[in-house]
């Protein structure tokens, strides 16, 4: 680490290595969901539970289990108090998600989830927590300490564990299998390569920053669509400028008038069935003269500035995780460079105990 670094950029750095710790983890993680198949017979409904990242990390977790009979709900932790719990029966399962396990609208989301009777499940970094105790079944993440108050490692690990954990009760109940574990080896290896565009992605940040790019707008769809919330929340978190993010070709329906003020747009298209509409949409966008950073797995169109190529991943839900890697540090340096603290951020601490 040079003297002038945060700990945030060695956080990001480790994706890779964190990436692995939860691609190893997976046998257990698949155990876990097999004992929850177990334990309920007529499984209704699953809400996942979260707050900040967390609750962006459970929306990308729920993706394997969308197109189910199940009912699946990714909400905030907060909103599942208030507005979901009323009718809970031992046919739901809640699964509650906090690097912390601290987090008070989580610990409470999971308590009142026990009283009604519901299965828990939490997913965290911190064996230790309340969340670890007070859930049914606890899954803790091993993937050493991350600094920052903000999340980057751990938004990344609690992602795909819980996306792991939900392709594995898809087995379980439907019997049916989701691709994207399949190429769970390549990830790390993509991570690094991600790793290794650091300079590139720096560059990115500083023209930004030269330019005065004040608004930032980040696309995404499907898998996509909850790490592009998560990379708009990063820019906001740790450089507390203006950002937004929407479903991709939502951006027609509204936004696109705001092309032409100080505005960096990311836009995600990944293969898969919406790769060619997201692709009109980022040659209409370039049209109209918007300023683009264009994430793809799409290797074989070639490298370009501007352009961040998540190398030798094929899946849809892999490259949107592996997505959020470039935006992070493109996040650590536009705060470095707006001298700002990004372990730090103003307001916010590691985990929010009261609400
Ligand atoms: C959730 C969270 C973080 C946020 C900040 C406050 O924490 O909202 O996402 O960056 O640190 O807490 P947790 O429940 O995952 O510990």
């Known amino acids: 680490m040079q003297n002038d670094e945060y700990s945030t950029i060695n956080d990001i750095r480790d994706n890779p290595l964190a990436i692995e710790s939860v691609v190893k983890a997976a046998p257990k993680i698949t155990n876990l969901a097999e004992r929850i198949c177990g334990k309920i017979r007529d499984l209704k409904r699953i809400f996942f539970v ?12 729920a993706w394997p289990l969308l197109n189910t009979e199940l009912k699946v709900h990714a909400v905030p932790s907060s909103e599942f108090i ?65 600094k920052s108050v903000v999340m980057t490692k751990s938004f990344t690990s609690l992602s795909l564990a819980s996306a792991i954990f939900s ?15 399949e190429e769970l080896g390549e990830l790390r290896g993509s991570a690094e ?10 560059e990115l940040a500083e023209e930004r920053m030269m330019n005065a790019v004040e608004r930032f707008i980040c696309l995404g769809s499907g898998p996509a669509y909850p790490i592009m919330l998560e990379g708009a929340l990063k820019i906001k978190e740790t450089s507390y400028v ?46 109209r003269g918007a ?9 074989e169109e070639g490298e370009e500035k501007g ?16 997505s959020i890697i470039p935006i992070q540090i493109f996040a650590y340096y536009y705060a470095v460079g707006k001298g700002k603290n990004p372990d730090k951020p103003r307001g ?6 009261k609400f």
């Open 82 to 146: 208030f507005y979901h719990s009323q009718l809970l029966s031992k046919e739901d399962l809640v699964i509650g998600v906090s690097r912390s396990g601290q987090t008070a609208e989580t610990v409470s989301a999971v308590k009142k989830a026990r009283e009604h009777k519901a299965l828990t499940v939490a997913f965290t970094l911190t064996p230790k927590s309340e969340l670890y105790e007070i859930s049914e079944e606890s899954f803790a993440v091993d993937i050493g300490e991350e």
């Open 193 to 202: 390569s991600l790793i290794k565009k650091e300079k590139e992605i720096q």
């Open 242 to 287: 203006a950002t937004e993010s929407f479903h991709t070709l939502e951006f027609r329906h509204g936004p696109m008038a705001s092309i032409g003020e100080k505005l960096t747009i990311f836009l995600s298209a990944f293969k898969g069935e919406i790769f060619d509409a997201s692709k009109r949409l980022l040659n209409e966008i370039k049209e």
């Open 50 to 61: 979260g707050c900040g990242s967390s609750y962006y990390a459970v929306m990308f977790g």
């Open 291 to 299: 300023d683009v950073i264009f994430l793809t797995n799409a290797s």
């Open 348 to 353: 916010i601490t590691r985990y929010i105990g």
């Open 167 to 181: 392709a594995a009760l898809k087995r379980c109940v439907f019997n049916e299998t989701c691709s994207f574990v």
């Open 307 to 322: 352009k961040i190529v998540i190398p030798r991943i094929e899946c849809e839900e892999n490259a949107a995780l592996l």
